[in-house]
């Protein structure tokens, strides 16, 4: 398919493990975003990767978080010793410029994480 | 401080009623405002961006009030497709990520 590609879908693991969730953009897409939604909350910003410019990591909540662009394409957002608030779902997005201009990202449908 | 505030609802309302919602944010240096729609377990999903003067699509309707630092959407004769959680969303420029997303507020259309 042609839209934001996400995995694994649901992933469930254990307290204390390490986690990586996959997110392959839409193909020319150059801006990448990661967010968090807990159940009932809004969107998290996490980080931001635009073409060859350093990532914007500024909403990530620890240093456990972190994140990759290999080749201006695919991304992998890593969570280190996982902990319970962890669980969340993770939603990648894609944009063919800065989306906030147009307001148009093409969101993934997550990976749903759960720590147990 | 980035805050975009929503009232998170449910609107329960019986198809073909108009509803509004409405949307507060804390910075009057934002720059863009945009409306998304997210199905019960789906992704977010740009519904409209809204302009300084208004603007509709369809029975949708959004309006920007700078003065007052909030927008709306308004739906006219609501569907039961209509029945989603409505996303607010601001942009306070600068760095990307301050795409700020309000909590959204749930709609719930009912036969």
């Known amino acids: 398919g042609a839209g934001v590609s996400q995995s694994p879908s649901n992933k469930v693991t254990e307290k204390g493990k390490d986690v990586e969730l996959r997110c392959d953009p839409i193909s020319g897409h150059t801006a990448l975003y990661w967010y968090r939604q807990s159940l009932g909350q809004g969107l998290e910003f996490l980080i931001y990767f635009q073409g060859n410019s350093a990532p914007d990591k500024s909403g990530l909540p620890s240093d456990r978080f972190s994140a990759e662009r290999t080749g201006g394409s695919v991304s992998t957002l890593t969570i280190q010793r996982t902990q319970q608030e962890d669980s969340a779902v993770y939603l990648c997005?894609?944009?063919?410029?800065?989306?906030?201009?147009?307001?148009?990202?093409?969101f993934g449908e997550g990976s749903r994480l759960t720590v147990l | 401080r980035k805050e975009v505030e929503q009232d998170p609802g449910p609107f329960n309302v019986p198809e073909g009623a108009t509803v509004a919602f409405n949307c507060t944010y804390s910075?009057?240096?934002?720059?863009?405002f945009f409306w998304y729609r997210q199905d019960c377990r789906k992704e977010p999903k740009l519904l409209m961006s809204v302009y300084s003067s208004g603007n509709e699509d369809g029975r949708f309707t959004a309006q920007l009030n700078r003065a007052s630092q909030y927008i709306s959407l308004l739906i006219r004769d609501s569907k039961l497709s209509d029945s989603a959680t409505y996303l607010c969303v601001v942009f306070y420029g600068g760095s990307q990520g301050n795409l700020i997303f309000g909590k959204g507020t749930k709609l719930s259309v009912k036969p």
């Open positions: 997005a894609s944009s063919a410029d800065g989306g906030a201009n147009t307001g148009e990202l093409f």
């Open positions: 910075n009057s240096a934002s720059q863009s």
